[in-house]
């Protein structure tokens, strides 16, 4: 069975020593007392929550998955997941980061992305469960009326009740404006809703007393396409004026998805017959609305891939110093054994590097949204909350789809580290490809946000996000430009700004004259824009550890090797990657559609 240890030196390296979390946060009044003590104790026991509760239940979990009882409509997850839900419940996690009058502790957003990163690689199904929570909370926080706050916040809070979002339909994915769930108004103010949903993570199971359903439907005079879009709030139970539970609503599971990974967490199809919901926000303009939540989980996927990324390297690295395979072939490098450990392989090591190397530069990136996050929504500063706000937005479609790309291609290395292991169920190796498969393509594929970064979020403001970005960049690069030892790092990081640069002015060229070449180049687009970020954030930790090397942490060695690894092995595929984006349009359309 794998094992997993909670990554905190690694945390406490990039919050405390690389980005200075602290102080960034102190500058925010609700966060003006927060400290490191603090952060790391909170961290330290959600590692252990992580690692004791949720980790032993994910390969039983993911063997046993889920069962519907088609009578009753009711889900039960796998054994033990109920139990470790109200243990996460009895120790106040999931307040951890809920404002404090709705029972919240209050604590920056950025505590909580790191814990769900530990609860993620002990247990991406059965933190699926509670994760969509905290969307449905911060979108009925953003939107919500008074009335649907003080009924729904307290509880998804505590942890009591827990939220799903109900986008996708049969006929229709990403492209909602072509959703027919209808919503009929109703003389007492609520609304009846007819349709069904698919995909929908933990939309039903016994392990709370009600769950909070966030769903997209159109009003009868309700325009076409996305424009019409209305958003309710549809619990399972309704909800009596003191807050007792009522009857059950309209609204159940028809079926369970047969998945390829996550076995453990109910994806439903979920049926909608004369529900009774409430309007969340204003009529229409349901797709805003429920933004808030699909930021978040655009956030919450690319955190599930680094979680995976971690543990999958925590186990294969593991395995390939116990594993005894060949010799080296410059000499036996351990005479007394019967052959040596696989890790002298060099290109076992380059697997295992490339792990680590996209599980630290991910967390980096995480770490520093996250914080970022925190002061678009708690500074006291408007300019402030703007700047921070444009900045999330920018790096939000590359956290989805570059970190769980990355986590695709680690985890199968980490898989092929183990050889034939690798393909057996109980080394758990497997069920982290095909956990982590799914973390590519829901909450938008990544083509999906490859076109939003491109096109909406670099071109469509003429590269105004991009270019703040980027003055950072060009700033450290400056500042550092004389440090003899910190050249390794900063003249490539130099070097593919310049080249993002004039890339992205073609593409947008081209674009002027055909909107078709930014989808032709988009995919490519992001991986070097996501190369740029991470080159950042490995350039940054480098420049720590070449400070505190002396110190004779073998900490600080082991990040200089890995930043080293990154820039010489990883980096360059940004050559290809720029040469496939400029190729543009013709090679793609050029073949007449019958003949594929």
């Known amino acids: 069975m794998p094992q997993y240890n909670p990554p905190l030196r690694d945390m406490q390296f990039v919050m405390h020593e690389v980005l200075n979390i602290v102080d960034e946060l102190k500058q925010c009044p609700k966060h003006a007392d927060i400290d490191a003590d603090t952060i790391n104790a909170v961290l330290e026991e959600g590692g252990k929550f992580a690692a004791e509760v949720l980790a032993p239940l994910n390969l039983s979990g993911d063997a046993e998955g889920c069962a519907l009882d088609k009578t009753t409509h009711e889900v039960t997850p796998p054994k033990g997941f109920k139990e470790a839900y109200a243990k996460y419940v009895e120790g106040g996690w999931p307040a951890l980061g809920c404002d404090p009058e709705y029972g919240g502790q209050g604590l920056p957003l950025v505590v909580n992305q790191s814990f769900y990163e530990m609860m993620n690689s002990a247990n991406q199904a059965w933190t699926m469960y509670p994760g969509l929570s905290h969307g449905a909370y911060e979108c009925l926080h953003a939107h919500g009326t008074p009335e649907q706050q003080a009924t729904y916040l307290p509880k998804l809070t505590s942890g009591e009740w827990t939220g799903t979002m109900c986008l996708t339909e049969p006929h229709c994915g990403t492209d909602l404006g072509m959703l027919r769930t209808k919503a009929v108004p109703q003389a007492d103010g609520t609304y009846k809703i007819t349709g069904a949903k698919i995909f929908i993570s933990a939309g039903e199971h016994n392990m709370v007393e009600n769950i909070i359903h966030l769903v997209l439907?159109?009003?009868?005079?309700?325009?076409?396409?996305?424009?019409?879009?209305?958003?309710?709030?549809?619990?399972?139970?309704?909800?009596?004026?003191?807050?007792?539970?009522?009857?059950?609503?309209?609204?159940?599971?028809?079926?369970?998805?047969?998945?390829?990974?996550?076995?453990?967490?109910?994806?439903?199809?979920?049926?909608?017959?004369?529900?009774?919901?409430?309007?969340?926000?204003?009529?229409?303009?349901?797709?805003?609305?429920?933004?808030?939540?699909?930021?978040?989980?655009?956030?919450?996927?690319?955190?599930?891939?680094?979680?995976?990324?971690?543990?999958?390297?925590?186990?294969?690295?593991?395995?390939?110093?116990?594993?005894?395979?060949?010799?080296?072939?410059?000499?036996?490098?351990?005479?007394?054994?019967?052959?040596?450990?696989?890790?002298?392989?060099?290109?076992?090591?380059?697997?295992?590097?490339?792990?680590?190397?996209?599980?630290?530069?991910?967390?980096?990136?995480?770490?520093?949204?996250?914080?970022?996050?925190?002061?678009?929504?708690?500074?006291?500063?408007?300019?402030?909350?703007?700047?921070?706000?444009?900045?999330?937005?920018?790096?939000?479609?590359?956290?989805?789809?570059?970190?769980?790309?990355?986590?695709?291609?680690?985890?199968?290395?980490?898989?092929?580290?183990?050889?034939?292991?690798?393909?057996?169920?109980?080394?758990?190796?497997?069920?982290?490809?095909?956990?982590?498969?799914?973390?590519?393509?829901?909450?938008?594929?990544?083509?999906?946000?490859?076109?939003?970064?491109?096109?909406?979020?670099?071109?469509?403001?003429?590269?105004?996000?991009?270019?703040?970005?980027?003055?950072?960049?060009?700033?450290?690069?400056?500042?550092?430009?004389?440090?003899?030892?910190?050249?390794?790092?900063?003249?490539?990081?130099?070097?593919?700004?310049?080249?993002?640069?004039?890339?992205?002015?073609?593409?947008?060229?081209?674009?002027?004259?055909?909107?078709?070449?930014?989808?032709?180049?988009?995919?490519?687009?992001?991986?070097?824009?996501?190369?740029?970020?991470?080159?950042?954030?490995?350039?940054?930790?480098?420049?720590?550890?070449l400070e505190k090397q002396a110190s004779g942490d073998k900490f600080y060695t082991a990040k200089l090797s890995t930043a080293r690894f990154y820039f010489a092995k990883l980096l360059p595929e940004t050559a290809t990657l720029i040469r496939t984006a400029r190729a543009g349009l013709q090679p793609l359309m050029e073949m007449d559609e019958a003949l594929f």
């Not at 295992?352 to 996250?370: D, F, I, K």
């Open 217 to 545: 439907a159109r009003l009868p005079d309700a325009p076409e396409g996305s424009k019409g879009i209305s958003l309710f709030v549809v619990p399972k139970f309704l909800v009596n004026a003191d807050g007792s539970l009522g009857p059950r609503n309209g609204i159940f599971c028809a079926g369970l998805e047969h998945k390829m990974g996550i076995h453990a967490n109910s994806t439903c199809q979920m049926v909608l017959e004369d529900a009774v919901g409430t309007l969340v926000g204003q009529p229409n303009k349901g797709l805003a609305a429920m933004f808030v939540m699909m930021n978040a989980a655009r956030l919450g996927v690319g955190n599930q891939s680094l979680g995976l990324t971690e543990v999958a390297y925590q186990n294969a690295a593991a395995y390939a110093k116990d594993r005894i395979q060949m010799r080296a072939l410059s000499g036996p490098k351990a005479p007394e054994k019967a052959a040596d450990p696989i890790i002298v392989h060099p290109d076992v090591r380059k697997m295992l590097l490339t792990a680590r190397a996209y599980a630290e530069g991910g967390r980096a990136l995480s770490t520093y949204v996250a914080v970022t996050l925190d002061k678009a929504l708690a500074s006291d500063d408007e300019d402030e909350r703007k700047a921070a706000d444009d900045e999330v937005a920018l790096l939000t479609p590359i956290i989805k789809a570059f970190i769980t790309d990355n986590g695709w291609i680690a985890t199968s290395h980490c898989m092929q580290v183990f050889g034939g292991h690798g393909f057996i169920h109980e080394w758990g190796m497997e069920q982290f490809v095909r956990d982590a498969r799914i973390n590519m393509i829901y909450e938008g594929t990544n083509t999906i946000q490859s076109l939003d970064l491109l096109g909406r979020k670099i071109l469509g403001d003429n590269g105004a996000k991009l270019k703040k970005f980027g003055k950072k960049i060009a700033a450290f690069v400056e500042e550092e430009g004389t440090n003899e030892a910190m050249q390794e790092f900063i003249n490539p990081l130099a070097d593919l700004g310049d080249k993002v640069t004039k890339l992205t002015t073609e593409i947008g060229m081209k674009a002027f004259q055909n909107p078709d070449e930014v989808g032709a180049a988009a995919v490519d687009y992001l991986r070097v824009v996501g190369h740029l970020t991470f080159a950042y954030f490995w350039a940054r930790m480098a420049k720590v550890a």
